[in-house]
């Protein structure tokens, strides 16, 4: 394999991992619990920028990834309490509510750091040679931790009894309810389980994007677009719907830029909320 | 024409309460007209500049409102067809100032947009009805791909630069005069929708949010009626935007863009989705504070996502609901009391009307499970049938395959000689097919008066009928009747149906059913939850109205008491198919019967 191609290659999987670190945590509160976060993209962006946070007050980068988690799984146990909770019956009210948190916590982002992008200075970006060419190797432990994430996820979801209860509440609430698991914790924890993954992927994310208030958007939308693909709480679909809005984007976006990649997604997006709305994967 | 005790009244405060009603649905636009016009006087002319980009953009967040408040649907995407407004009518704007003929083109630019909304609309719902959410993200992506494309072709829209140059229409000032314009249009959108919901079709609308699946079998087409709001929505966005591009002179993809979207969302929210004049105050209040505080204050728009948040979590009618809730008038509906009253209503359309049904061979799954397994039935003519059978017998199964809400995977069903495989629920109930469901569906936060109307104007609305006053007079002696036969709705009139006990929402489902005098009846489980005398009532109300109506009616039951007194066939059904059928004493000696009831056989 020629350097060119190999590097093509990479960089395909690379898009595919991130898209998948970001759409993870909806997959968890949309596919399970069936919210619309809207606030998603957020969390993303939140956890960028407490990477932004721990090299302003000078602490060792890594501490970020602590301060992420806290911070994403704090804000998100209050928001499912008080704002998701009392919302579950009106699925279009939830979508609102957290858009409106999502306006809030872009906001208040805002006012602290204010509208410019910004950057993380990092050792981080050293290349590492592979094959014939040379790859950066904070990309290829993305990639590795993309991966390994993606596994432990499948064996806790398939295997573990927590995964079985979530299983359960996702298949028939009511009937879980009646055999005695606490729905109402259950969702809570998948909930913030959610909103931490989306921060753990902003905090991953932080040294190779340019980080401002309004990146979530992006973020959610590309999420969404993976979950109406794949469709919502299954394995497969998930990967499936990776596989064809982070493929599609990657490819056309390298043969025809990166406006053309992006209106390809829209369209095909438009064309599974049209036609199956139930994902790549239904069953009927 | 039978008049009964109970319509009485209805009668005699029907002329006077239909001309209050017509004065009180200008009240907004006329209260609107008078600030409007005191503006200019109160502050100046940059004032009524300012406030006039507003105005501009709560016209087009009375269409989301509309959507969203009336139907029940929220459009997300709706700077889509405010920026094809925009970009038109500042093209037309610009074309005609050079060559006048052009002017002939501006109606387009309104059409244009409002005829995408409505295909768009018409493909996406013809569907599903629970393509709600999905339609919402839709529009999501439409928008976002006319952002994509504004930007992209510059060489029509000028690019990220922008559309500019654009005149102002002649002899009028962008900085003084526009705004007069500009004020009579949001008078003008206000007035409409006003009259609008005062009118059969607003009653519609609201009776699509509450229960769509009602509606269907009923005979509405609901998507239609869905995709036509949603053209007068983009309409009202489009003329909004045309105002837009007059107003500011330069028209750029962000006219187009997924942060307007929100805005309006977010204004109809604030304001009150549910009231016109409330969701454009929403985006004049919001948008013009926005405006002015956002410098002058950083935690500004952290207030706006506070306030957001709020109303959302608390206010679901928005700033409107709660001034409404402030003043003591009642909340959705209270405005848009239709009466009951004596004016003979027009026939039924009386062609296609179905009298004999077959089941041939219907095979039906679902997630793998054979619920029809050959169902072959048939009945011809007048009078009432039963079918009975163990739970999963697939009785509930064989009218959701009629209906329309259940694929035949094999077989067809015929009404008549007609084929309804594939057809929607509305258009089998359009051929004379009547549908109670087994949990009574009525429309909880419409009157009881109001249900009955609906009911009533199914299949008898043509041409302009449902923008016309006169139907909310219409009645029929099958009406009078009903509120014989069940005073207890006749009493009720004027309450939410969702409020009724579980036996009287029973009576008011079994009446929406007969109103629009169907020829065949599907009455699913008419007694579940019945006390034995109101049963006994109802077996009563239930022959009599299929005698009087001259239809065959199907009705599932479990109580072998009811169906004895009911008379007629018995049809049998077990596993998917028919078992047996016969007089009910034949049917209580058959073997095969009463192994399935005893449970003898598997």
Known sequence: ?284 | MVSSPAAEPADTLAAGGIRRLRGRSLLPAAWLAAALVALPLAGDDFLAYQVGLFLVYGIATQGVALCWGRLGFLPLGQALFFGLGAYLGGATLKAASAQPAWWLALPLALLLPAMLAWTVARLVFARSLRSGPYFSLITLAMTMLGFLAAQQWSGLTGGFNGLGGIPEPPGLDRFSTLYGLIAVAAVASTALLGVLFSRPIGTLWSAIAQNEDRMQFLGYATDRMKAAAYALSALLAAGAGALFAAHQGIVTPQAMGFVLSTEFVIWAAVGGKASPLGALLGAVAVGYASAELRDLFAAWEVLVGLLFIAVVRFLPDGLAGLARRGSGRAGTGGLGLPRLASCPAPQTSSSSRATALRFEGVHCTQGGVRILNGLNLEIEGPGIRCLIGPNGAGKTSAFNALTGRLPLAAGRILLDARDVGGRPAWWVAQQGVGRKLQVPAVFPALSVRENLTVALWAGRLRGADPLRDEPHRWSTPLCAEMLEDFPELGEALDRPAGLLPQGHRQALEFALTVLPEPTLLLLDEPCAGLSPAETRRMIEVIQRTVRRLGAGALLIEHDLGAVAALQGEVFVLHQGRLLARGSLQDLQTDLAVREVYAGGRK
């Open chain 1, 1 to 284: 394999m020629d350097g060119g191609t190999l590097l093509h290659g990479l960089n395909i999987v690379y898009e595919l991992a991130t898209l998948a670190l970001t759409t993870l945590g909806l997959a968890v509160v949309f596919g399970l619990l069936g919210v619309m976060n809207m606030a998603h993209g957020e969390f993303v962006m939140i956890g960028a920028y407490s990477v932004v946070a721990a090299q302003q007050w000078g602490w060792p980068i890594a501490a970020a990834f602590p301060l992420a988690l806290a911070v994403c799984g704090g804000l998100g146990w209050m928001v499912e309490r008080w704002l998701i909770r009392p919302l579950y019956a009106r699925p279009f009210d939830t979508l609102l509510a957290t858009w409106a948190l999502a306006m809030l916590m872009r906001k208040v982002v805002e006012a602290i750091w204010g509208r410019g992008f910004r950057n993380i200075d990092s050792s981080l970006t050293a290349a590492v040679p592979i094959g014939s060419t040379a790859y950066p190797a904070y990309r290829l432990v993305l990639m590795a931790l993309a991966l390994l994430l993606l596994v432990a996820l499948f064996f806790w979801y398939r295997r573990s009894s927590a995964g079985l209860r979530v299983r359960a509440m996702t298949g028939n609430p009511v009937l879980a309810q009646a055999l005695g698991i606490d729905t109402r914790r259950l969702a809570s924890q998948a909930f913030v389980i959610g909103v931490m993954l989306a921060g753990a992927a902003g905090v991953l994310l932080a040294p190779l994007i340019r980080i401002e208030p309004g990146i979530g958007i992006d973020y959610l939308l590309d999420a969404f677009f993976v979950l109406v693909v794949g469709g919502l709480g299954t394995f497969g679909g998930f990967i499936g719907g990776v596989g064809v809005i982070g493929g599609s984007q990657a490819v056309v976006s390298s043969l025809a830029g990166q406006t053309s990649g992006y209106a390809l997604v829209l369209v095909i997006s438009i064309l599974f909320l049209w036609l199956r709305p139930d994902g790549l994967f239904a069953r009927r």
